[in-house]
């Protein structure tokens, strides 16, 4: 792999802050502009239903919003990360189901008000009105889709199951678009307003099927790539090297996840996110993965030659935010496979990497580790052991004071476990490392 350049960044917006900055500025600017035409657009029948509408606009804004957060957008995704616009997602779902529920009960209540009839009544009479019919399955498919994603259910699904209803998502999308565009006094309370609607629900459109479908399938079809070579690790982590055409015009870094499936060897729906564990270069791609599931554990039977499909790359996990010259990279387990390969692009500045373990005989890429950091003059501190033994905590602050004494001057980058990664997280704060030079990314589907 030929190793690609490392600057540290200086004298900049951080690249999250100018994303983040750039995405309320987005919400901002479409908050003004919806209470604009509400207030342009008159009243309802009533006062229940004008607030009715109110609620209406903003669920459509909303809705819009959720798409633009999933359509896997490159500008967004390497600025902040699949894993947090994702945790946003799950928020503004939820935020938009109350919206909806609320938008739709203040209807009800409006009509029923204004023909002196009860609200079951008037909820079986606008059943009956085609615009109304196609919102009620809107929400209806909005509150299935919140129910299977509570946490409690969440951990019952396969993800399989789970992402196959959560694909309901689209069908409330389209519902909901034929139900706004059959409210007239939404679509064409003037000239403006039917432009600018038009405008938003195309580009989040555009946005989501050119980054969830268009962009997949044309790097595929350009890339063509193929398997070159499953290489055995231990007895339960396996390598696999993929090759393909001008990889060197893949718009990869170091740090970054792919999510992999391997056509004819597993179903298509059985798609893992790994992250690169080489350096990306014209050589090709390499995924170290551990055996904790059957697709993961099938990957030493992937025939060598077979075609690879490949989405990607994506996250945050690079040295795109590097604002500091020395850096403290931690791993834990099979987490040290980003790592590496940042080890791979450093070409500058003081590192130190954390390797956590259980024992040496599990650490994986180990050899590699020590190579790359002999080579940059890094340093190497290997934890092994059971968590909590001795009674002291590995990430404690003490211990990470301990071992990298100026730990407040360094960027530091986390990759581990779930509970590995709030324990050092949680020994970063007390250490009162600034947040803006954390970095950790919990890699996976979205």
């Not at 002291?392 to 211990?399: D, E, L, Q, R």
Request: charged share 15%.
């Amino acid at each position: 792999m030929t190793a690609a350049s490392n600057t540290v960044r200086t004298g900049t917006i951080p690249p999250v802050d100018a994303a983040r900055w750039a995405m309320w500025m987005f919400v901002l600017v479409n908050v003004v502009i919806v209470e604009a035409l509400f207030l342009s657009a008159g009243s309802g029948k009533n006062g229940v239903l004008t607030v009715a509408k109110f609620f209406g606009l903003h669920a459509a804004l909303l809705l819009l919003f959720q798409l633009l957060l999933v359509a896997r957008l490159p500008w967004l995704d390497r600025r902040i990360g699949m894993d947090r616009l994702t945790v946003w997602h799950r928020w503004v779902g939820f935020t938009l189901l109350w919206t909806v529920l609320t938008h739709a009960t203040l209807v009800v209540l409006g009509y029923a008000t204004l023909d002196d009839a009860s609200m079951g009544k008037t909820f079986v009479a606008l059943s009956g009105v085609p615009a109304s019919l196609l919102g009620m399955l809107a929400a209806a498919l909005l509150v299935v889709i919140a129910t299977i994603s509570t946490r409690p259910l969440r951990r019952r699904l396969r993800y399989e199951v789970w992402h196959g209803l959560h694909l309901l998502l689209y069908v409330a999308l389209g519902l909901s678009f034929v139900h706004q565009l059959q409210e007239t006094t939404t679509f064409t309370s003037s000239a403006f307003a039917t432009a600018y609607w038009w405008i938003l629900w195309l580009f989040a459109f555009g946005a989501l099927l050119t980054g969830r479908v268009v962009m997949p399938l044309w790097r595929n079809a350009y890339h063509q790539f193929r398997v070159a070579a499953v290489v055995p690790e231990s007895d339960n982590v396996v390598s696999v090297y993929v090759t393909g055409r001008h990889l060197d015009k893949l718009p990869a870094r170091a740090g970054q996840f792919c999510i992999w499936r391997f056509p004819g060897h597993n179903h298509w729906w059985l798609a893992n996110p790994f992250s690169l564990s080489a350096a990306p270069g014209a050589q090709g791609l390499r995924l170290t993965a551990k055996a904790v599931g059957s697709a993961s554990a099938g990957l030493r039977y992937v025939p060598v030659g077979s075609r690879a499909f490949v989405e990607g790359p994506y996250g945050a996990f690079t040295s795109l935010h590097r604002s500091r010259p020395g850096a403290l990279l931690i791993a834990g387990g099979v987490g040290i496979t980003p790592v590496r390969a940042m080890l791979e692009e450093q070409t500058g500045g003081d590192v130190v990497v954390l390797y956590r373990v259980r024992s040496e005989a599990d650490a994986v890429l180990l050899d590699e580790v020590r190579h790359l950091l002999a080579l940059r003059g890094g340093r190497l501190h290997l934890l092994t052991g059971r968590t909590g033994q001795n009674g002291v905590p590995p990430f404690g602050p003490g211990i990470l004071h301990q071992l990298v004494p100026d730990i407040t001057a360094r960027d530091v980058y986390v990759c581990g476990p779930p509970a590995m990664t709030r324990a050092v997280l949680s020994g970063l704060r007390d250490l009162r490392v600034p947040a803006r030079q954390v970095h950790a990314e919990r890699f996976g589907l979205a």
